[in-house]
């Protein structure tokens, strides 16, 4: 499996085997730039966009909608450039680092979206 953030602004996730998409993930407004699986709960993946969010997503799900958003230009606490990095912390599972243009490194509880 694997999975890309694409210009169009969505998220595609794909099963080596096949040329096409076993999900699209639609939700963000701007470029994906970065995507990752959670290395504790491969069934959950973040993306990064250049809309300052950053929006958690369950590929066992019939829907293909976010199940949490961290962030977003209306959000107070949000990141104010384009997201760029993200790792999950294997030790805390629910936990997300982010960086951004901003100059900023953010914590965020996967759980509710909300900034550490």
Request: proline letters at 5%; hydrophobic letters at 40%.
């Amino acid at each position: 499996m694997f999975i890309s953030g694409c210009k169009d602004a969505k998220v595609r996730f794909f099963d080596i085997s096949s040329p096409n998409p076993i999900k699209v993930f639609t939700g963000h407004n701007n470029r994906v730039y970065n995507v990752i699986f959670n290395p504790n709960l491969p069934n959950l993946i973040a993306s990064g966009s250049d809309d300052l969010s950053i929006r958690i997503w369950d590929t066992q799900r019939e829907i293909p909608a976010a199940i949490t958003v961290c962030g977003g230009s209306e959000v107070k606490g949000s990141h104010t450039g384009y997201v760029r990095a993200l790792a999950f912390l294997p030790e805390i599972t629910w936990c997300l680092v982010s960086g951004s243009w901003d100059s900023q490194i953010k914590l965020w509880d996967i759980r509710n979206g909300n900034c550490i």
